[in-house]
């Protein structure tokens, strides 16, 4: 046995993050280390990488115990932790980043050319070919992630904590993260692995360690690993039916796009129609151009060219307040960023939008109407907080995409464009989500969303658009809607469109 932590416990303020936790990893050996947001996988985490100390546990490597009260001591025992908001600096070379804080060096001067030929060792090792005096910020995402591992093998890590590391990554580039995992493995390295992605735990973890409310939950190995097994271990209880879709009848046509153009792709035109009561998926590849629609759609970017109707009339949208005005709201990809004001509190979060509409003589915040807004969002998301007035930051990611619906679904939207509405948050609060789009849907708001989860689009959707180079490159229905027949058109091949018509 590599690692052994034995009866961890952690608390902060009000919170009792951990109690008397155990974990064990073998040399080679990958662990997925799954439960829902709050369960205390963080906080494990930062533990063992060093970056909060624990109340009370032991850590054993290899048959010793050691001490790990800091991110050098666990360096120092070979404990890296890969954070899912990449800890790189954009604007120096990949050698540079590599060594950043132990910089090779000469005559007291230092010495570039032999950290690049270091640095070039472990590119080799995750099977970058870039030169390693390429600029960070010249990298896709997916390149920056390889950087971060080949930094943590420079420190010879014998165990690599990865989190969430395919979230922001196209299937290609997560595919070639799991062809350097394997690799690595079969070199000795062991891996943690983090991610509320279920289908790759599947494909990749020997071993399933599951935490619940800071606790062990229990454990899976080999053939046990699988969706409903990790499901019921996280929740406690046997999801049946995930996706609780029931069929009703659609009503008006809410939402008709004509020939519209984006700046991403300006040579292709995306037209389609959106009912009330209908929820409509959009899937493609990372690139595909799924955001960009939603973007120009809402007036976040300007449109090119083409035509939009809400309920049969034609309206002009240049920006974000003329997309409210006419009854569309978005609630964007990077809720962190560009969904929640952090540091703000829920009260403020989901008044936000409306402090124009509920202002008092055109001018004067609505504090009343604030704070009934807050209220409101609290009681109908099922938002897990000790009051309106907690600051967004303190809360879960399930909990703070609730507060980012609660601000549109108070301006009694038209139409609802949702973009991934469940990256990032655990199995648990994905089924709230799901259930909310369910009962929007049955009360009559026309929903558009795009999901880069297949599973999640077939579950959830009326029917899917697919999207291939900024333009649809088909529509499936029923049992055209397949992950055989999402990909193909995904990558440009209507065939599939063709051999359901035969």
Request: glycine letters at 10%; charged letters at 25%; one cysteine or more.
């Amino acid at each position: 046995m590599l690692l052994e932590v034995r009866g961890v416990t952690k608390s902060f303020p009000g919170v009792q993050a951990l109690r008397g936790v155990d974990l064990t990893l073998g040399r080679g050996e990958v662990l997925a280390v799954l439960g829902e947001n709050g369960a205390g996988k963080s906080t494990l985490m930062k533990i063992l990488a060093g970056v909060q100390a624990a109340d009370e546990g032991a850590f054993v490597l290899e048959g010793k115990e050691v001490r790990i009260d800091s991110v050098r001591a666990a360096m120092a025992v070979g404990i890296a932790l890969i954070h899912q908001e990449l800890n790189l600096a954009e604007n120096l070379e990949i050698a540079a980043n590599i060594f950043l804080g132990r910089e090779l060096r000469r005559f007291g001067l230092l010495d570039d050319e032999a950290m690049r030929e270091e640095a070039a060792k472990y590119l080799a090792m995750v099977g970058l070919e870039v030169d390693a005096a390429t600029e960070v910020g010249t990298l896709p995402i997916g390149k920056q992630q390889l950087v971060e591992i080949a930094k943590a093998l420079s420190v010879d890590a014998r165990v690599l904590i990865m989190d969430e590391p395919t979230s922001s990554l196209s299937q290609t580039e997560a595919e070639q993260l799991f062809v350097v995992i394997k690799d690595l493995v079969s070199r000795g390295v062991s891996i943690i692995y983090i991610s509320h992605r279920l289908s790759e735990i599947v494909g990749i973890a020997d071993r399933v360690m599951v935490l619940r409310d800071g606790e062990n939950a229990g454990e899976l190995t080999g053939t046990e690993i699988e969706h409903q097994a990790m499901v019921q271990l996280m929740v406690g209880r046997d999801l049946d039916r995930f996706y609780q879709r029931t069929p009703h009848p659609l009503g008006e046509m809410r939402l008709e796009v004509r020939g519209l153009r984006t700046a991403a792709y300006p040579d292709h035109e995306t037209s389609f129609q959106l009912a009330a009561g209908e929820v409509v998926g959009v899937a493609g590849l990372v690139g595909a151009g799924r955001t960009e629609m939603l973007e120009a759609l809402f007036g976040v970017v300007p449109s090119l060219a083409g035509e939009v109707r809400i309920k049969g009339e034609q309206v002009r949208i240049s920006s974000p307040q003329e997309a409210i005005a006419v009854g569309l709201a978005l609630v964007p990809e990077d809720r962190k960023t560009q969904g929640a004001i952090l540091d703000m509190s829920i009260l403020e979060n989901t008044s936000l939008a409306s402090l124009r509409r509920d202002a008092r003589a055109g001018a004067f915040l609505n504090v009343e109407a604030e704070k009934e807004l807050a209220r409101e969002g609290i009681k109908n998301l099922s938002i897990s907080t000790p009051g309106e007035e907690q600051l967004v930051r303190y809360l879960s990611g399930g909990n703070q995409q609730k507060v980012v619906l609660a601000k549109w679904l108070a301006m009694k939207p038209q139409v609802l464009l949702l973009d991934e509405p469940t990256r990032g948050i655990d199995v648990g609060a994905k089924e709230e989500i799901y259930g909310l789009i369910e009962a929007l849907a049955r009360q009559g708001m026309a929903i558009l969303f795009v999901s880069s989860e297949m599973e999640e689009v077939m579950g959830l959707s009326d029917r899917v658009l697919v999207m291939h180079e900024g333009a649809i490159s088909g529509e499936l229905r029923g049992d055209e809607c397949t992950e055989e027949g999402i990909m193909s058109l995904a990558t440009g091949d209507v065939t599939i469109l063709e051999s359901t018509k035969a």
